[in-house]
């Protein structure tokens, strides 16, 4: 039987093509801003969120939702306002969010496989209600990413300067960490919330090794988020190992052999802006100070005129020579 005439690895495989998208998308501004470890601070607050829907029969996928955009805007307040670093509060998430996911699952009564099916995914289990969720939050998610490129890139890279140019620097901050939060709660059926980081980072750090600019930069990592999600699910379903693991390990796969690669890129680089400064630089020496004459080089000046571009070049002491300004160029 053909892997492709299974309905769970027709959701499985949509599934992952959609987180593939979504992860690298929000992964870039979080890099950006210097917040690569975000995504695991909120997986540990999502598992407080699916612990939660376990103990009081909710949807775990929604509770996880609220928990995770909850720990995003407690981590922006924090940063902003509050006295503690980015990455003490991304610590007090990371400690917080797991003992208290542990101790609400075990308060559910749940076994410890329902509770690996969310910390390492098992995206062979999504169901089609599962599916039709990740579709509306990854959707949303990439226009978000996507339609407000200029203005979300602005405060990544310069929040003083996007002041500047009027734009709501703290709101398109949390805007950002909701996104987080979100793609969170999408990819943790897919890699799960113990790897979901690593999906966010990866593929953007891969494409960093490859590209110059923050647009070509997030067209490449949603490629290689999407090839190593895609691949994964295939090899797991083969080999029949843990499909959020084989992704993951695919991605990192892919980064060690863009390293090399983009360092190559790298020194060719500079060794071409070196050859052209050495150009340059010889251009500049063959401008000689004018010398002094008793009269300006023209077509009464009685020495003999050869055209040379848009001027001419006369002859004179041996050499022909155009005078511009305080030097003249010598043939």
């Known amino acids: 039987m053909s892997m492709l005439s299974l ?18 998308a929000v992964g870039t501004y979080l890099v950006q801003r210097r917040l690569a470890l975000m995504g695991d601070g909120l997986g540990h607050v999502a598992l407080t969120g699916v612990a939660l829907g376990l103990l ?68 062979t289990t999504v169901s089609a209600s599962d ?12 226009v978000i990413a996507i339609g407000l490129r200029p203005q979300l ?15 709501p620097v703290r709101a398109y901050a949390m805007l950002i960490a909701v996104m987080a939060a979100v793609t969170v709660t999408v990819a943790m059926r897919t890699v799960g919330l113990l790897l979901v980081s690593a999906l966010m980072v990866v593929p953007v750090a891969t494409a960093q090794q490859l590209t110059r600019g923050f647009r070509a930069t997030l067209a490449l990592a949603l490629v290689l988020g999407v090839l190593p999600s895609l691949a994964g699910v ?12 084989s992704i993951v390990v695919i991605a990192l796969m892919g980064f060690a052999l863009a390293w090399p690669v983009g360092s190559l890129v790298q020194r060719r680089r500079y060794r071409s802006l070196a050859q052209a400064a050495e150009a340059d630089a010889r251009l500049a020496s063959d401008h000689v100070t004018a010398e002094q004459h008793g009269h300006q080089h023209d077509e009464q000046c009685g020495h003999p005129g050869v ?24 043939h």
């Open 7 to 24: 309905e769970f690895m027709q959701r499985a495989l949509l599934a992952a093509l959609l987180t593939g998208l979504a992860a690298p």
């Open 307 to 330: 055209p040379h571009g848009n001027h001419v070049d006369y002859l004179h002491g041996g050499h022909l020579h155009a005078q511009h300004g305080q030097h003249y160029d010598e």
């Open 131 to 142: 599916l039709w969720v990740i579709v509306a939050l990854s959707v949303t998610v990439l």
């Open 234 to 245: 295939v090899f797991s379903y083969y080999v029949d190992v843990a499909p959020g693991a």
């Open 153 to 167: 890139f602005a405060v990544c890279q310069d929040e003083e300067f996007a002041r500047v140019l009027g734009l």
């Open 56 to 123: 009081t029969g909710w949807a775990p996928v929604w509770t996880a939702v609220v928990a995770a955009i909850l720990g995003a805007t407690a981590i922006e307040l924090i940063r902003a306002h509050g006295r503690a670093s980015a990455d003490v509060a991304l610590a007090m998430l990371f400690y917080g969010g797991i003992a208290g996911g542990v101790l609400l699952v075990g308060l559910a009564g749940s076994t410890a496989a329902t509770l690996n099916t969310y910390l390492f995914g098992s995206i």
